[in-house]
T-cell receptor, first 116, second 116 residues
Framework: AQKVTQAQTEISVVEKEDVTLDCVYETRDTTYYLFWYKQPPSGELVFLIRRNSFDEQNEISGRYSWNFQKSTSSFNFTITASQVVDSAVYFCALSDFTGANSKLTFGKGITLSVRP | DVKVTQSSRYLVKRTGEKVFLECVQDMDHENMFWYRQDPGLGLRLIYFSYDVKMKEKGDIPEGYSVSREKKERFSLILESASTNQTSMYLC???????????????FGEGSWLTVV
């Protein structure tokens, strides 16, 4: 069975601080896909990134960066110089590799509060 | 842009009522999903559908059913609502399969259901 663990439940930082959101996953599949979503107070989940298991390159997008480490089954997300608009719930998710019927297993989410 | 629209944002229903949550997507996606989100539990998959009239149980299908008569529409049905079904319900859609680069799962804004 697939599992995603987000051990941190709530994080509070002051604006401009860097913050890392941890994600650890379990799967028996050799090929799988990892995702991060952001859920602002409005409720809609916003897609941030997708990572394939066979591509271990880290990625940077503006203030966001992701560190994928297959050896430790982790896919951590770092926000540099955090801003108040980054306040949201962040979910890490894992997809199974069942071809056309792929679906996502989510972690429990991390509530990030960025104070001015 | 992909648009997943959930017909009701906020609903209040009485115990024992039959409840319909409607979801429509405008991108001709084959796959559609219903998730339930509860504090501390993250998102849990109720049902998903990978084609018209096809459905598969997710992790927590008890007390729910679904209907997919048209490709763009996926309905979640609570046959006899109970107070423990008070929750936020999220509909999602995706093009299969997730292994194709760029494919991801898109979410609606959510429906807050309160059963009294």
């Amino acid at each position: 069975a697939q599992k995603v663990t987000q051990a941190q439940t709530e994080i509070s930082v002051v604006e401009k601080e860097d913050v890392t959101l941890d994600c650890v996953y379990e799967t028996r599949d050799t090929t799988y896909y990892l995702f991060w979503y952001k859920q602002p107070p409005s409720g809609e989940l916003v897609f941030l990134i997708r990572r394939n298991s066979f591509d271990e390159q880290n990625e940077i997008s503006g203030r966001y960066s992701w560190n994928f480490q297959k050896s430790t089954s982790s896919f951590n997300f770092t926000i540099t110089a955090s801003q108040v608009v980054d306040s949201a719930v962040y979910f890490c998710a894992l997809s199974d590799f069942t071809g056309a019927n792929s679906k996502l297993t989510f972690g429990k989410g991390i509530t990030l509060s960025v104070r001015p | 842009d992909v648009k997943v629209t959930q017909s009701s944002r906020y609903l209040v229903k009485r115990t024992g009522e039959k409840v319909f949550l409607e979801c429509v997507q405008d991108m001709d996606h084959e796959n559609m999903f219903w998730y339930r989100q509860d504090p501390g539990l993250g998102l849990r998959l109720i049902y998903f559908s990978y084609d018209v009239k096809m459905k598969e149980k997710g992790d927590i299908p008890e007390g729910y059913s679904v209907s997919r008569e048209k490709k763009e529409r996926f309905s979640l049905i609570l046959e006899s609502a109970s107070t423990n079904q008070t929750s936020m319900y999220l509909c999602a859609s995706s093009p299969p399969p997730l292994m194709v680069s760029g494919n991801t799962i898109y979410f609606g804004e959510g429906s807050w259901l309160t059963v009294v």
